[in-house]
């Protein structure tokens, strides 16, 4: 993807968002007829030129420092999420210097190390997620979770690895599974945008985005929007066809020494129903990622209660 057009889109975006309020201009202009701040504006809130803000919006400038992009970043008011995301695009690190990957990244591989990490999770819900957000792990509870209707051994198998932003836009069941679905995209959207920023040269990544504009118009709609989410914390209501309605809260982490890699879990709240559920859910699946018979297990949270 070409980083320098993804910079100006970006800087488009943000800057149609603010609004001449926001930084203390007059709401009504007769010079003003485009939503958000004019280029003049924002050019002088960041302490730049008029010609050379246009030229980096544009993507016909090259090498914007890294005191010009802190000083957009503070005109546009961007959170430390699209902070990052700009110096990504600009190809500049936040302490000076090209540090983002430019060739395309090696392949992803889950170490032993990583694999004893999942394990002491015991039956809480995990994944492991790679840079392209491809699910490369999971324990039976996590699979049971997210995807219990694939097979639990595709994350082994680079070519059949689950993608948790396709599920969330191709695959009904994991659109059903979250009450608020377009809370779900959002956040799925925002992740890519990231990916995109931090490997621009990612031919599988560019292929993915690819699939999901061709194949989906609210994945289209949301990307246009060049929004970008971190990878923290996010709070969902689930609904699973096995043990019903639950509200949990995903963490993520990153993996140490495995770049792009995270560690997502999935809790809820201590004596509630929904880790009542989650219990049972890990009951309710054999060590292979099949579901028990019925009659080994309540038959409702309830009944586990």
């Known amino acids: 993807m070409k980083s320098k057009s993804q910079l100006g889109r970006f800087l488009r975006t943000r800057r149609a968002q603010l609004q001449p309020s926001d930084v203390g201009l007059p709401e009504f202009d007769e010079r003003r007829r485009v939503p958000g701040l004019r280029r003049d504006e924002l050019a002088q809130l960041a302490g730049v030129s008029e010609s050379y803000y246009t030229r980096l919006e544009q993507g016909l400038s090259r090498g914007a420092s890294t005191e010009v992009l802190d000083a957009l970043a503070r005109a546009l008011r961007l959170d430390e999420t699209e902070h ?14 090209n540090d983002r990957t430019r060739k395309p990244p090696a392949p992803e591989r889950v170490t032993e190390t990583t694999r004893q990490l999942i394990d002491a999770f015991g039956d809480t819900p995990v994944i492991v997620l790679g840079r392209r957000s491809d699910v490369l792990a999971w324990n039976r509870t996590g699979h049971a979770l997210f995807a219990g209707h694939l097979d639990p051994r595709s994350p082994q198998d680079p070519a059949q690895r689950p993608n948790t932003a396709r599920l969330v836009f191709r695959d009904a069941h994991t659109r059903e599974l979250y009450e ?20 621009p040269d990612d031919p599988l990544l560019a ?25 923290d914390i996010a709070a969902y209501r689930m609904r699973h066809p096995l043990v019903g309605p639950m509200d949990i809260t995903q963490q993520a982490v990153p993996v140490p020494n495995e770049q792009g890699q995270r560690l ?11 880790q009542a559920a989650l219990t049972l859910l890990a009951q309710a699946t054999t060590p292979d990622g099949r579901t028990r018979p019925a009659t080994d297990n309540p038959s409702t949270v309830s009944d586990y209660l």
Do not use: C, N
């Open 84 to 97: 990052r995301h700009l110096h990504d695009l600009a190809g500049v690190g936040r302490k000076g210097g």
């Open 207 to 231: 292929a993915l985005i690819g699939e999901l504009v061709m194949h989906s118009q609210e994945f289209t709609d949301l990307w246009a929007e060049h929004r970008v989410r971190a990878w």
């Open 180 to 199: 608020d679905w377009p809370k779900k995209a959002r956040d799925a959207v925002g992740r890519l945008r990231l990916a995109v920023g931090r490997y």
């Open 264 to 274: 997502v879990a999935v809790t809820a709240a201590a004596g509630s129903a929904s």
